[in-house]
């Protein structure tokens, strides 16, 4: 299983899906099946039980997925701040972090009303924590970091696969 973690919008469904494709692999998205799990939106979950709920609900679905084994899984943007999923996604799969810088990221997400982490008064504030946060944990979890900010959906798709192709243990 090829996992690609990251900060919101840092492209973790686009490459994921153009990935699949490209490798004739099934694809998932896990906030796609959370949504679909919960026929409603997260931002309304998590605005009517909570953050921890909703981390309980990833966590169970990341479990599922990696049991079924998909081809390629983008996670949601805070998937990696429970340690279980971090380990799971890492004994699983081979992980891969998108990585963006938060100017790059508020330039994507400054009309986004989508993810309810950023539905503050200051968005810029907030995503800059996030990714104090989360950058470190990304780290962590990740085989192999790809700097995702200028690079067209093929070339990203292209470096992904030829490090994968450079990773001893990668079905490729």
Known sequence: ????VGMPASGKSTIGRALARRLQLDFA????IIERRLQRSIRSYFDSDGEDAFRDLEQQVLADLAREGVGVLATGGGAVLRQANRELLRAHGTVIYLHVSVDRLMRRLSHDTRRPLLQVADPRARLQA????????????AHFVINAQRSSRAMLVGRIIMQLELMPDTPL
């Open 1 to 4: 299983m090829i996992v690609l």
């Open 29 to 32: 998205d896990s906030d796609q």
């Open 130 to 141: 996030l990714y104090a946060e989360r950058d470190p944990l990304y780290r962590a979890c």
